[in-house]
């Protein structure tokens, strides 16, 4: 008899998720009236991204759009920031969180970074430690997701946004903030975002990364980046030697859903949507395998557990494999010099793309596992 899997790997947005009819419906709008211009070059020379878009995107996130930069989503705005702030770094050092998103750090290492990490807690990033590494030594960056991380689920407090961006003055070093989740909160209230709360911090730099991929279309690839007005143009220098243009189709595709209210329409939708899953699959935690959770998420697509296991982290992959269980392997959200609590592993657990029952039945599998 074949066991059905239980896909606890990709972070993707499910299928019903996705306003596909109406964003095909504006495609054919747009075909029809301007297949010229989408099908040639946007422009060259300094091209910060549809006009349109950067505007709606201001509109969406209240912030002039001459502070946009649009990329072909959001780990392009990764790779060009890390070669925008790097290039000229002499020791270049980046603290994380750990756990963090693991392509970030091969991005970061991939143009020269020694990436450190810094414990995150059930409320964000240990600034105590942070605050005693800058003693040390200031980083080029420090890289976090304060909203709903990936891969632990965790919401960074107001309190620590507003040391973080404090210590960000103080030291003089920039802030990557990573927000692909922050529109998709089920509970709570949302802390300020730390992007505005430099803008009353004297010395404090914050870049926002933003994506449109969680909250409208993955498949349209938009991201972009939100920072000084200087900053849209040093990185379109950087992407025009790298790629010449972006896809004009699809900006505009963004840009027309953002201007009649898809985008709003659709967060609320998915909100709606989510929400069960996420109460259902912090329940099953709960129930199945005790206080072992970093916290309760409250909103985007992750809970995530250290879990106490009696062997390595490859053999109960391997134990979790032959259960069918689809999982990723923890420790490599970690950077190098950083692991999970000994005695664990660690293990995010995405709910957004399974029913109740189906994450309940994974959860189960994975107490079997572990024992």
């Given at each position: 008899?074949?066991?059905?899997?239980?896909?606890?790997?990709?972070?993707?947005?499910?299928?019903?998720?996705?306003?596909?009819?109406?964003?095909?419906?504006?495609?054919?709008?747009i075909?029809?009236?301007?297949?010229?211009?989408?099908?040639?070059?946007?422009?060259?020379?300094?091209?910060?991204?549809?006009?349109?878009l950067?505007?709606?995107l201001?509109?969406?996130?209240?912030?002039?759009?001459?502070?946009?930069?649009?990329t072909?989503?959001?780990?392009?705005?990764?790779?060009?920031?890390?070669?925008?702030l790097?290039?000229?770094?002499?020791r270049?050092?980046?603290?994380?969180?750990?756990?963090?998103?693991?392509?970030?750090?091969?991005?970061?290492?991939?143009?020269?970074?020694?990436?450190?990490?810094?414990?995150?807690?059930?409320?964000?990033?240990?600034?105590?430690?942070?605050?005693?590494?800058?003693?040390a030594?200031?980083p080029?960056?420090v890289?976090?997701?304060?909203?709903?991380q990936?891969?632990?689920?965790?919401?960074t407090?107001?309190?620590?946004?507003?040391?973080?961006?404090?210590?960000?003055a103080?030291?003089?070093?920039?802030?990557?903030e990573?927000?692909?989740?922050?529109?998709?909160r089920?509970?709570?209230?949302?802390?300020?975002?730390?992007?505005?709360?430099?803008?009353?911090?004297?010395?404090?730099?914050?870049?926002?990364?933003?994506?449109?991929?969680?909250?409208?279309?993955p498949?349209?690839?938009?991201?972009?980046?939100?920072?000084?007005?200087?900053?849209?143009?040093?990185?379109?220098?950087?992407?025009?030697?790298?790629?010449?243009?972006p896809?004009?189709?699809?900006?505009?595709?963004?840009?027309?859903?953002?201007?009649?209210?898809?985008v709003?329409?659709?967060?609320d939708?998915?909100?709606?949507?989510?929400?069960?899953?996420?109460?259902?699959?912090?329940?099953?935690v709960?129930?199945?395998l005790?206080?072992?959770?970093l916290?309760?998420?409250?909103g985007?697509?992750?809970?995530?557990?250290?879990?106490?296991?009696?062997t390595?982290?490859?053999?109960?992959?391997?134990?979790?494999?032959?259960?069918?269980?689809?999982l990723?392997?923890?420790?490599?959200?970690?950077?190098?010099?950083?692991?999970?609590?000994?005695?664990?592993?660690?293990?995010?657990?995405?709910?957004?793309?399974?029913?109740?029952?189906?994450?309940?039945?994974?959860?189960?599998r994975?107490a079997?596992?572990?024992?």
């Amino acid at each position: 008899m074949t066991v059905r899997t239980v896909h606890f790997s990709r972070g993707i947005p499910p299928l019903e998720a996705i306003p596909s009819a109406a964003i095909a419906e504006h495609t054919s709008a747009i075909l029809a009236a301007e297949p010229d211009r989408v099908f040639q070059y946007a422009p060259i020379g300094h091209h910060t991204g549809d006009q349109e878009l950067r505007e709606q995107l201001g509109k969406f996130h209240s912030v002039d759009p001459e502070r946009i930069f649009v990329t072909n989503g959001s780990l392009q705005a990764l790779d060009l920031l890390a070669a925008h702030l790097l290039r000229d770094a002499v020791r270049p050092r980046v603290l994380v969180e750990a756990p963090t998103y693991d392509r970030a750090v091969q991005i970061f290492e991939r143009h020269g970074a020694q990436v450190s990490g810094v414990p995150l807690r059930h409320d964000g990033i240990d600034v105590d430690a942070l605050r005693e590494r800058l003693r040390a030594e200031v980083p080029a960056f420090v890289y976090v997701i304060p909203d709903f991380q990936n891969p632990s689920g965790v919401t960074t407090s107001e309190d620590k946004r507003r040391e973080l961006v404090r210590l960000s003055a103080e030291y003089g070093f920039t802030i990557l903030e990573d927000i692909p989740y922050r529109e998709l909160r089920f509970g709570g209230t949302a802390p300020t975002s730390l992007g505005e709360l430099a803008e009353s911090v004297d010395g404090a730099r914050v870049l926002t990364i933003g994506s449109l991929s969680k909250v409208l279309s993955p498949g349209l690839r938009v991201g972009y980046v939100i920072g000084p007005a200087d900053t849209p143009r040093a990185l379109a220098a950087l992407a025009e030697g790298t790629y010449l243009s972006p896809a004009p189709l699809l900006q505009t595709i963004a840009a027309r859903t953002l201007a009649n209210g898809l985008v709003r329409e659709n967060v609320d939708r998915v909100r709606e949507l989510l929400r069960p899953r996420h109460d259902a699959a912090v329940e099953a935690v709960r129930q199945t395998l005790g206080e072992v959770q970093l916290c309760v998420p409250e909103g985007g697509y992750y809970v995530s557990v250290h879990l106490p296991v009696r062997t390595d982290e490859a053999s109960f992959l391997a134990a979790a494999r032959d259960d069918g269980l689809a999982l990723t392997r923890g420790s490599a959200f970690y950077p190098a010099d950083s692991a999970p609590p000994t005695g664990t592993v660690f293990l995010r657990l995405p709910f957004q793309a399974l029913d109740p029952d189906e994450f309940a039945e994974g959860v189960q599998r994975l107490a079997a596992a572990a024992k």
